[in-house]
């Protein structure tokens, strides 16, 4: 199998969602929600999307508070020379975080902060509010992944819900999903599908749900004798006892 990242609709619809971000109205509403079921690709898209970008992505871990949460970007930041006030700290933060979207922008490629398993995350007001904080000092695109519990927790914070009016639910693959799997990651060619000739349609009609051998004998008696004349309720001694009466033994 080839080490290659397929595009498939889920990743069209994410990146449609990045790109409605230019005709947002208030400049504030750039996050972007992505959720759905585990192993639909959600991770592996982020991965792709922080690699080619130069974006910065953030693991949410259940343990995390608002120092916690800033320790990491700064630890993405590789800001080693770390402040003691949580107020300098945030300072490096934006600053940091500004002279990156800067230099994107002049490169001419999107940029933007991924904060993946944010499930774990968003019912903790000081956390989201510390992400608020930062998406809009500088609109930086924010992009909060996670699974079902995302979307609720974040009616709780209608601040910050209505900064994301973009979601994106990540679906199973599609047919066309499936072919472009296939084309793109096998490394021997695969035939497409064949549908099945109408004369092998008939072949798959259910069996006789009977063992064989009663089968075989319902279907002699049916040659021999009319339906009506068939006894299946007759004793199978009867037919023995009436041969040997006709061969004369007692």
């Not at 079921?37 to 080619?52: E, I, N, Y």
Request: proline share 7%; net charge positive.
């Amino acid at each position: 199998m080839k080490n290659a990242f397929v595009e498939t609709s889920n990743y069209r619809r994410f990146t449609s969602a990045l790109t409605r971000l230019d005709d947002r109205g208030a400049e504030e509403a750039c996050m972007v929600v992505v959720d759905g079921k585990p192993g639909l690709g959600k991770t592996a898209t982020m991965s792709r999307w922080t690699t080619q970008t130069g974006s910065i992505y953030l693991r949410a871990q259940k343990g995390w508070d608002y120092s916690w949460f800033i320790q990491e970007i700064l630890a993405e930041l590789s800001i080693t020379n770390v402040p003691n006030r949580k107020r300098d700290r945030f300072r490096l933060v934006i600053e940091r975080l500004d002279d990156l979207g800067t230099s994107a922008a002049l490169e001419g490629r999107p940029f933007s902060l991924v904060i993946d398993e944010a499930d774990l995350i968003s019912s903790k007001p000081e956390v989201m509010e510390g992400i608020r904080g930062i998406s809009d000092l500088k609109f930086l695109p924010t992009i909060l992944v996670g699974m079902g519990k995302l979307r609720d927790h974040l009616r709780r914070f209608p601040q910050i819900e209505s900064r994301a009016p973009n979601k994106v639910e990540f679906l199973p693959a599609t047919l066309d999903d499936a072919r472009d799997l296939i084309t793109g990651l096998c490394q021997v060619p695969v035939a497409p599908g064949r549908r099945m000739p109408e004369r092998m349609v008939g072949r798959l009609a259910p069996r006789d749900p009977r063992p064989r051998h009663q089968g075989v004998q319902h279907r002699q008696g049916r040659q021999d004798q009319p339906f009506g004349d068939l006894h299946p309720a007759a004793p199978r001694h009867r037919g023995r006892a009436l041969a040997a009466r006709d061969a004369g033994y007692p």
